[in-house]
């Protein structure tokens, strides 16, 4: 089967390689805190940095999920208030999350055919967290980097925390517009889930520093500490930080993976209109790069998932309100364009057998 789901998705081909090879040279059982390990930790760290434009003052630290990260930046980044613009399930899930642990934590919904109005925008002069989700994989829309550069400049102040999780290796993102990203690595990573990446500018070290909040075991100072000895607070997944070591090394630059992804994205969108499909999203800015959603009526969307899975091809479930009336096309870096042509041929023919 030809997995597009938008996470967990398709892994990279040399995934199973990968894995016989950790564990004939034993670094499925190396011990956490051992030079081997912290070897590990520093070759993934620079390999992130030189494949993603990560900047070098900025830090990279492992979790195990973004939703961990939603935790960690809740409890020991959020000193007051939280801002929290979104227009899609999970932007709305971390504000309810952060909201269960701070009283201080304000929601904006917009709407998701429209871009963030930021100068429109009047948070409080009081030093707060903004929290934004630059690519929401429920409806397949995306925050660009002008928008970040305009919140930078209007609120310098202030954290901004940026959730990249369905876009993070997928497309070049402008790290140092923000404070905080991250992402876990089921999706344009190409890796198994269980994973997560936080990276932190020197900015955020400096506040969570200034308000050194230790009570819970991954606080983000307890991290942080451990982060400068190239390690981790408990014993993290070995294997799959190995995995992504081993995948940064076969890589292209973000910039040259970044310009495949969108010649692909260019191609979705012509097939879409060649073949009377609707993307879910009518504002071509608002559209995301590497998550398709594709909108109709509940039986046209069963039939045709239920047809492609025939054919060895599995389309993403629509999400939340979405979920019967959509399906999502993952567009990520593991997909080969072998399979996008099956699926490409697949969507033709579906549309000349006139069965929607």
């Not at 991954?218 to 997944?237: A, G, I, V």
Request: some cysteine; glycine content about 6%.
């Amino acid at each position: 089967m030809i997995s597009f789901y938008p996470g967990p998705s398709r892994v990279d081909d040399h995934i199973p390689e990968y894995v016989q090879e950790a564990c004939k040279k034993g670094i499925v059982s190396i011990n956490h805190r051992s030079d081997e390990f912290m070897s590990l930790y520093r070759r993934t760290v620079k390999l992130l940095k030189k494949k993603l434009k990560i900047p070098e003052d900025y830090n990279v630290i492992f979790l195990s999920s973004a939703t961990e990260c939603w935790e960690v930046i809740a409890q020991s980044v959020v000193q007051g208030l939280s801002y929290h613009f979104y227009n899609g399930a999970f932007g709305e899930k971390w504000f309810e999350y952060t909201r269960k642990l701070n009283n201080g934590a304000i929601g904006y919904r917009f709407g998701m055919n429209l871009l963030l109005k930021t100068g429109e925008l009047d948070l409080s002069e009081q030093p707060g967290v903004i929290c934004l989700t630059q690519n929401e994989t429920s409806n397949g829309t995306q925050i660009q980097t002008k928008q970040f550069e305009k919140l930078r400049a209007k609120y310098p102040e202030h954290i901004l925390a940026v959730d990249a999780t369905s876009s993070m290796a997928g497309i070049e993102l402008e790290f140092k517009t923000a404070d905080i990203w991250y992402a876990s690595v089921q999706k344009c990573f190409g890796l198994p889930a269980g994973l997560a990446v936080m990276i932190c500018s020197p900015k955020a070290i400096e506040w969570a520093r200034t308000y050194d909040e230790r009570d819970h075991y991954n606080s983000l100072p307890r991290l942080l500490d451990m982060m400068e000895k190239h390690q981790t607070t408990c014993t993290p997944n070995v294997l799959g930080i190995y995995l992504m070591m081993r995948v940064m090394e076969s890589r292209p630059k973000i910039s040259v993976l970044e310009k495949s992804i969108i010649e692909r994205y260019n191609k979705y969108i012509t097939l879409l209109e060649e073949v009377s499909l609707s993307h879910l999203i009518s504002q071509p800015e608002a559209r995301s790069f590497t998550v398709i959603p594709v909108k109709g009526d509940e039986d046209y969307i069963a039939n045709i998932k239920s047809k492609a899975k025939k054919k060895g091809i599995v389309l993403g479930n629509g999400y939340g309100e979405y979920k019967d009336t959509t399906f999502r096309i993952a567009n990520f870096p593991a997909i080969t364009n072998s399979e996008v042509e099956k699926l490409t041929d697949f969507l033709r023919d579906f549309s000349k057998s006139g069965s929607h």
